[in-house]
């Protein structure tokens, strides 16, 4: 699916969400960095010389949500994958930046790794 080089990054300030996104994801064999705070995640990605092909973010978070999250990495990482999660649907359709997925907590594993698939193919 993809190199092994390449890494994933899961932010939630909910851990237990985080860690269970995290959890799923080593069953598909990816590389996955979890983190709670979204500021560790910009001083992770500036910091790192992996190639880091996506980012799964919730929403609200303190401090930086999602998509402030997302654009930031995105100005890093131009060709970075972004996936949004939100327990709101409307966050997803009033977004000014354009997320590459958008799933909707209660999370379900299959729809989260389906997505994953996808977008590491493209």
Same mark, same amino acid.
């Given at each position: 699916?993809? &190199?092994?080089?390449?890494?994933?990054?899961?932010?939630?300030?909910?851990?237990?969400?985080?860690?269970?996104? %995290?959890?799923?994801?080593?069953?598909?064999?990816?590389?996955?960095?979890?983190? $709670?705070?979204?500021?560790?995640? @910009?001083?992770?990605?500036?910091?790192?010389?992996?190639?880091? %092909?996506?980012?799964? %973010?919730?929403?609200?978070?303190?401090?930086?949500?999602?998509?402030? @999250? %997302?654009?930031?990495?995105?100005?890093?990482?131009?060709?970075? &994958?972004?996936?949004?999660?939100?327990?709101?649907?409307?966050? $997803?359709?009033?977004?000014?930046?354009?997320?590459?997925?958008?799933?909707?907590?209660?999370?379900? $594993?299959?729809? @989260?790794?389906?997505?994953? &698939?996808?977008? @590491?193919?493209?």
């Amino acid at each position: 699916m993809n &190199k092994e080089s390449d890494i994933i990054i899961v932010v939630d300030d909910d851990a237990v969400i985080g860690i269970s996104v %995290a959890e799923y994801l080593q069953t598909l064999n990816l590389r996955i960095f979890v983190f $709670a705070d979204p500021r560790q995640v @910009l001083s992770f990605v500036s910091g790192t010389k992996h190639k880091i %092909a996506l980012l799964i %973010a919730d929403y609200n978070m303190l401090g930086i949500n999602g998509e402030e @999250l %997302a654009e930031e990495v995105k100005r890093l990482i131009p060709e970075i &994958k972004t996936i949004l999660m939100s327990g709101n649907v409307d966050i $997803a359709e009033s977004s000014m930046f354009k997320f590459d997925g958008f799933l909707e907590k209660p999370l379900f $594993a299959h729809k @989260l790794g389906e997505m994953v &698939k996808t977008l @590491l193919k493209k």
